[in-house]
């Protein structure tokens, strides 16, 4: 005979203690290349920085990234990286970067080649002015009719 307390109540077990909620600080960072569409990345942490840093890191590769975070048993997204955009706009970046460098470099050497010009300028002028007064110190010509000598300078009355 069946010897239990309520025959007509089928037996149940005691219900396991523990925690059933979903983890809801999970995030997921999927990731999606245009060159293999059928083959997405898709990272589960619960980590906001390192799913933050994985979703970098899938963009710098070039792929769409999408991260979202557990809202129960749906997942909302929270933000979404273009890969491809932010690798053209660095590239464009990098090249402007590099054209006002050239740029610079041009300017600087050529305003280093104006300084020697001026330089050099000067140098001449400053060697013409010690010549010339050494001229205007040396003693006059003397002005004989036998030994005519040419003037060192004319004044405007003369002319």
Do not use: C
């Amino acid at each position: 005979m069946n010897r239990r307390k309520h025959p007509e109540r089928p037996h149940r077990r005691k219900p396991t203690s523990g925690d059933r909620t979903r983890n809801s600080k999970l995030f997921r960072v999927e990731a999606s290349w245009d060159s293999r569409p059928n083959r997405p990345a898709i990272r589960t942490t619960t980590d906001r920085a390192q799913a933050r840093r994985l979703a970098d890191t899938f963009a710098q590769q070039g792929a769409y990234v999408i991260v979202q975070a557990a809202r129960g048993f749906e997942w909302r997204t929270l933000y979404e990286l273009d890969g491809p955009a932010l690798l053209v706009e660095r590239q464009a970046a990098e090249q402007a970067a590099a054209e006002a460098a050239e740029r610079a470099r041009q300017e600087a050497e050529q305003r280093a080649q104006q300084a020697a010009a001026e330089q050099r300028r000067r140098h001449r002028l400053a060697a013409e002015a010690a010549t010339h007064a050494r001229e205007l110190m040396s003693a006059p010509a003397i002005v004989r009719p036998e030994h005519r000598q040419r003037a060192r300078h004319i004044t405007g009355a003369q002319r």
